[in-house]
């Protein structure tokens, strides 16, 4: 019925040498020489480097120092001393080595409006998790907490004389700001997020003194130190003393004014709203350069069509066990390129010193590895923390084909499409056979993971996919052989994608499925859409059938977000927008779900109650018990080679074989403020 296509490694077999000279013939510009006679080795699938060796917790040095360009500041008046800058009691961060001051690490992104693979230089979190086991959480930007024995009380202590990088006192204004002026405002937002309504209603928010605080839950919310480990400065911590000037329980009423006339808001709300855009919840945004921060580095200019040059924050609160304040690397440049292939040209010329996991392609491993003895960079090889590089979610709550809504919830379609797919040929198409086949399920690292959760269904079987359909009385057929619907129409099924957005091989492996899926008479498709708009249908339930990653599978954020496993998420991907409306919204809004999967939400919110980790474990398993038997999602492969491209002369990096993805926030986890230059030059 169909003619399977040449899929990528046919396509590599035969190219082989020549990728270098395609890339740079698209690009333009010279020719790099480039080391052609054998083939490179793709990464060695189960070698693994030992784990960096570093103490967990240090005692405070008994003096600090600072790099030579704070020190000339400080010289020529235009700064504070160093002990008056860092917090009274800094945060120490054990590391490798002591590092070197200096140096600047050049950068790129291929989305004006996310910095996907730079949010993990500048991403500061209020907990964080340690970088040694992926499940202990420390202190971060929150100093210290303390829990109640039934998990409904927290209180939380911050760095005293911590300080935004414009020298105004972090104190627990900022948090009081935050939380009655913006997060529950009536004005400013429209609702506060579920999490900070556990139990039904909002938490309660209590001021103790300048460094202190605490809140109260409406029911106990054991899991609550977790989903901290997601929240960045604008949870918490919004800088009140800039901000005031933009709200009207502020500001002055003249000046508000004539601040919205000279801008292109009607609102101060909208105005506010802008002002803080710049900073995301994930930290995927840098902000402009007066904006008060608090990570590592901060922007130094404007950005200009595209170029995002940042630079040290001089009240960074972070020092290593010598007293040296962090961080060692002077400057980051994050330039805009359209495409991976300028990307990649600039990579094996050198022009770049980290390239992040979204611009980073395994298909172009080869040409990095080819080049490399010529270049300053390194490749690094780190473990994909996706459990599924590329998932498919079939819509179970179309809005419009409403037809189509009753054959896509009925049990057998979801498991005719896993089991229609040949794993294995994605495998070596688009990741040299070096990944992992199986469903959507926990990493096997996790505590959650049990193989059955990652086997059942994964297996190629076009005759149990055809005997599925046949079940479920697609039986007619059309000349072409496509099965038809109930109604006589054709059974399409499209899959809808962002192309890049997802990952740089999207629309190879959704050929590929679509090869399957047609070969058991289903007419399926495949269509790249700008990220907006995908965004825009899925949560509108337009799309028969989504495509993205699927991370939050490791410890870290299995047990905080389980979006791509049950329906609790409206965007991106996940099994129903409709029923995830109707959870995060506690019933009042979307579609009340099956009685099934209400229960798969039971066990989820028993998840976030208890304390007892083993409690915990024990309930999500219940979850995936379920799923094992009743898949959602069409899983494809997982713990795929995931390389990172860093210079040779950087130290104090993750050890080779470390998981790398957004469940360690990018390189957020393994602290890039400790990275430095071996000689302190780039």
């Not at 080795?41 to 103490?55: F, K, N, R």
């Not at 400013?188 to 999490?195: G, K, L, P, Q």
């Not at 770049?352 to 490749?379: F, M, T």
């Not at 825009?536 to 410890?555: F, I, K, N």
């Amino acid at each position: 019925m169909t003619q399977r296509t040449m899929h990528r490694r046919r396509f590599l077999q035969l190219s082989g040498a020549t990728t270098a000279a395609v890339v740079l013939a698209a690009c333009g510009g010279p020719e790099p020489e480039v080391i052609t006679e054998e083939p490179a080795a793709a990464p060695a699938a189960e070698e693994e480097a030992p784990a960096q060796t570093v103490m967990e917790d240090a005692e405070a040095p008994s003096q600090y120092s600072e790099s030579p360009r704070l020190a000339e500041m400080v010289a020529n008046g235009d700064l504070p001393p160093v002990t008056e800058r860092l917090p009274v009691s800094p945060l120490v961060l054990p590391r490798e080595s002591i590092g070197e001051y200096g140096g600047l690490v050049r950068q790129i992104h291929l989305d004006p409006s996310s910095f996907v693979s730079q949010y993990g230089w500048f991403s500061e979190r209020m907990l964080t998790y340690s970088d040694q086991d992926l499940k202990t959480i420390k202190s971060n930007l929150f100093a210290s907490w303390e829990i109640s024995d039934d998990a409904t009380y927290y209180t939380f202590h911050l760095h005293e004389g911590m300080r935004w990088s414009t020298g105004d006192l972090v104190t627990t204004g900022d948090v009081d700001f935050w939380w009655n002026s913006v997060a529950t405002h009536p004005e400013v937002a429209s609702s506060v997020w579920w999490v900070y309504r556990h139990g039904g209603e909002n938490m309660v928010l209590d001021i103790h003194d300048d460094y202190s605080f605490s809140v109260t839950f409406a029911a106990p919310f054991g899991n609550f130190p977790a989903y901290l480990t997601r929240r960045i400065q604008g949870d918490f911590l919004l800088p009140s003393n800039y901000l005031k000037q933009f709200h009207a329980d502020f500001a002055d009423e003249d000046d508000l004014a004539a601040m919205l006339e000279e801008s292109e808001y009607e609102t101060w709300v909208q105005l506010l709203s802008n002002v803080r855009s710049g900073r995301s919840v994930w930290g995927t945004r840098p902000n402009s350069p007066e904006y008060p921060m608090l990570s590592a580095w901060i922007v130094d200019q404007e950005p200009q069509q595209g170029l995002v040059l940042m630079k040290r924050n001089p009240y960074y609160w972070k020092v290593d066990t010598s007293g040296q304040q962090l961080p060692y690397v002077e400057d980051l440049r994050i330039d805009f390129v359209a495409n991976h292939d300028i990307a990649t040209q600039k990579t094996i010329q050198g022009e770049l010193d980290y390239v992040g996991p979204h611009d980073v392609s395994i298909a172009r491993y080869p040409l990095y590895k080819e080049n490399e003895p010529n270049q300053h960079y390194q490749v690094m090889d780190y473990t994909s923390c996706m459990t599924d590089r590329y998932t498919l979610y079939p819509c179970h709550t179309l809005t419009e084909d409403l037809v189509l809504r009753e054959i896509v919830q009925h049990p057998n379609f979801v498991k005719a499409l896993n089991v229609a797919i040949d794993r294995e040929e994605i495998n070596q198409n688009l990741f040299f056979g070096l990944a992992k086949m199986g469903q959507l399920a926990p990493m096997p690292n996790s505590q959650y993971y049990e193989p059955k959760y990652a086997e059942n269904w994964s297996q190629y079987d076009p005759d149990l996919a055809n005997q599925l359909l046949d079940d479920m009385g697609l039986t007619e057929r059309n000349g072409d052989g496509f099965r038809l619907r109930p109604d006589g129409d054709v059974l399409k099924f499209n899959i809808e994608h962002a192309g890049p957005r997802v990952g740089v091989a999207t629309h190879e492996f959704t050929e590929i499925v679509v090869t399957f899926w047609r070969e058991v008479g289903i007419e399926a498709s495949t269509k790249e859409i700008q990220i907006s708009l995908y965004n825009e249908r899925w949560s509108q339930g337009l799309v028969h059938c989504g495509c993205w990653h699927a991370d939050r599978c490791t410890d870290t954020l299995l047990p905080v977000e389980m979006r791509w496993f049950i329906p609790t998420n409206i965007g991106q991907g996940g099994p129903a927008p409709e029923w995830g409306r109707w959870f995060r919204s506690n019933g009042q809004d979307g579609e009340e779900p099956p009685a099934a999967i209400q229960t798969l939400y039971d066990h989820y919110n028993t998840m976030n109650t208890v304390i007892d980790d083993a409690e915990r474990v024990a309930a999500g398993k219940k979850i995936f018990d379920w799923l094992a038997d009743n898949p959602l999602a069409v899983g494809s492969v997982s713990e795929s080679p995931a390389p990172l491209i860093f210079p040779k002369t950087m130290r104090n990096l993750p050890a080779a074989g470390k998981p790398v993805g957004w469940d360690t926030y990018g390189i957020s986890t393994y602290h890039p403020e400790a990275f430095y230059y071996e000689g302190g030059v780039s």
